[in-house]
């Protein structure tokens, strides 16, 4: 099977779905019967392309300014996409959003409904497109891939559609997502001031939809000595309608308990989840929500919401709290330190269900749904 993939999000910096894209690829290449064309949106390539950093291109917020600026831009990627799938493509896969048209089997990667729940999230061209675009597409798609049965069963009900037409092919975890000795990482702990185990980790775009006032608030709670000794350090960069952060994470910074470190290299980040007492993740919404499985299988106990598919992937191993208790998250941050036996049964749950989730498995679902797309 030739796989055409349309791989332009990896143009940008690498967040959720970027690294989906990415690791998925790489673990198609077991799948010998699978080949896998790359379209990055004026082209394509066999290849994936380093990560791009914040800076990557000036032109995206420009596109936000300028009228019908998305739909000049689809117009091109079409044309370009029309003249690759020249080339005997079999099936189309798109892993975002909404489809390009192709006239063959296609399937479809939908992660989540954030644009339902949380239309904030988005710039209003961008939200507008979805809402032109997304009910056709999930309509063109032969088979609906989700990373959780959450979604799944979300989308069923949203669009009306029998549980045959999605298969649920939840995501793996990294290599570098694993325990890590305090020597094997003393750069990075130096170079942010923190010690080993000693320090509250939230890991996500700055955005309403990850709840981090929260994470803010809790932290706020804790008794000054306590925060001092761990500080909480939010790793991610600035989302869209970010500004409303900006008082909150003013007066948090000025304490000098809270470190707000941008975005970060993946090695980086992988190395911080492996040193932190926590990792803390409030969102409101998540289609799988990755930083919680790479915590886990660092070796790094996890606080989250019960909300959409995070039960799914954390199981026993996760502490939770409700989306707008500051004082149930402060409970929970507070145990974490003080009950040394409850950390380490935290750790261990999370290992062992981390090792439910591997990139494999995900791209053996996800080629066999291409065999299904193709009525094999």
Not at 159 to 177: S, T
Not at 235 to 263: D, I, T
Not at 270 to 291: K, N, T
Request: charged share 20%; glycine share 8%; aromatic share 8%.
């Amino acid at each position: 099977m030739r796989i055409a993939l349309n791989a332009r999000i990896l143009q940008a910096p690498r967040t959720g779905i970027g690294h989906y894209v990415a690791e998925l690829v790489n673990a198609l290449r077991s799948e010998t019967d699978v080949e896998v064309m790359l379209f990055h949106g004026w082209g394509w390539s066999s290849a994936l392309p380093e990560a791009a950093m914040p800076g990557y291109s000036r032109l995206t917020p420009l596109l936000r300014q300028i009228p019908g600026a998305y739909q000049a831009r689809r117009w091109l990627e079409q044309k370009r996409f029309d003249q690759g799938c020249a080339q005997d493509i079999d099936l189309y896969h798109e892993p975002s959003l909404w489809p390009l048209a192709f006239n063959g089997p296609t399937v479809i990667t939908l992660h989540d409904l954030t644009h339902l729940h949380f239309p904030d999230t988005q710039p209003p061209a961008r939200l507008k497109e979805i809402e032109r675009r997304l009910a056709a597409g999930v309509e063109q798609a032969r088979l609906i891939l989700t990373d959780s049965q959450a979604i799944a069963d979300e989308a069923q009900a949203w669009f009306g559609l029998p549980a045959e037409r999605f298969v649920v092919a939840p995501l793996g975890v990294a290599e570098r997502f694993r325990p890590r000795e305090p020597q094997t990482i003393d750069a990075v702990l130096k170079a942010h001031a923190v010690e080993y185990r000693e320090y509250f980790l939230c890991v996500g775009t700055l955005e309403p939809r990850k709840n981090l006032g929260l994470a803010l608030r809790a932290h706020a709670l804790l008794p000054d000595a306590v925060r001092q000794r761990f500080p909480l350090l939010i790793v991610g960069m600035a989302g869209w309608e970010r500004e409303q952060f900006s008082e909150p994470l003013r007066l948090a910074l000025a304490s000098g308990h809270v470190c707000l470190l941008g975005y970060l290299p993946d090695e980086q980040v992988a190395q911080l989840l492996a040193g932190a007492r926590a990792l803390i993740f409030p969102s409101l919404y998540e289609g799988f929500g990755l930083p919680v499985l790479e915590a886990m299988a660092s070796g790094t106990p996890v606080v989250i919401t019960r909300s959409s598919a995070m039960p799914e992937v954390a199981g026993p191993a996760g502490n939770y709290i409700e989306a707008d208790d500051a004082d149930g998250l402060r409970d929970a941050m507070s145990r974490l330190i003080d009950d040394q036996a409850h950390w380490q049964a935290c750790r261990e749950a999370g290992l062992q269900q981390a090792r439910l989730f591997s990139w494999e498995r995900c791209a053996q679902a996800t080629a066999s749904a291409y065999r299904q797309a193709m009525g094999g």
